[in-house]
């Protein structure tokens, strides 16, 4: 078994084991760093549908500041490529076959200014474990060549931090990582 598989593993048992729901105020970091850099622009933030224990990132709902960002779930298309599309909060969703929950109906794909990108590890260089498929190394490595603004941040638990994570040519190194520690 590769370390990367290991990793994996681990990192979702302890996800799993250690779980709990955050409150809406874990994202106050997120909405500071927003307003700062974009200064009330229109803002296309894309989002993940949790699941898994993954920080339930739905809860940013709450926040006031939620309502003048333009919501994007990521779907994948039958090329196994990811694109992002928008959605609001109570829009039907549907089961993708990998079990994922994405959008039913969508019109162009958008390229979101913000990604909250769901994660098993990071660590101190903000590299990301994801779960293996590359969905999200893939549109990054192909956005960000037409699109560098791109903001990412890995959306984690301060105890998904490994010390230093293995990479390849293909990964992508994430702008910051929230927890609710804050934001690094």
């Known amino acids: 078994m590769q370390i990367k598989d290991r990793l994996r593993k681990k990192f979702f048992l302890r996800r799993k084991k250690n779980y709990f729901d955050i409150k809406p105020n874990f994202f106050n970091p997120l909405f500071k760093l927003i307003e700062k850099k974009y200064n009330k622009k229109s803002i296309n933030l894309s989002s993940y549908y949790p699941a898994s224990f993954e920080v339930n990132v739905l809860n940013l ?103 230093k994570l293995p990479i390849s040519n293909n990964d992508v190194k994430l702008n910051y990582i929230l927890t609710e520690e804050g934001l690094y």
């Not at 909060?89 to 109906?105: A, C, H, R, W, Y």
């Open 61 to 163: 709902f709450e926040k006031s500041m939620a309502k003048k960002l333009k919501t994007l779930l990521p779907v994948i298309a039958d090329n196994d490529l990811m694109y992002f599309y928008k959605w609001k909060k109570n829009d039907v969703l549907q089961i993708n076959k990998f079990g994922m929950l994405e959008p039913t109906s969508f019109s162009n794909h958008v390229v979101p200014n913000v990604m909250l990108v769901p994660l098993l590890a990071y660590d101190d260089q903000n590299n990301r474990l994801g779960y293996g498929k590359g969905f999200y190394d893939r549109y990054l490595n192909k956005f960000l060549k037409i699109n560098n603004n791109i903001l990412t941040i890995g959306i984690a638990f301060s105890f998904q931090k490994y010390h």
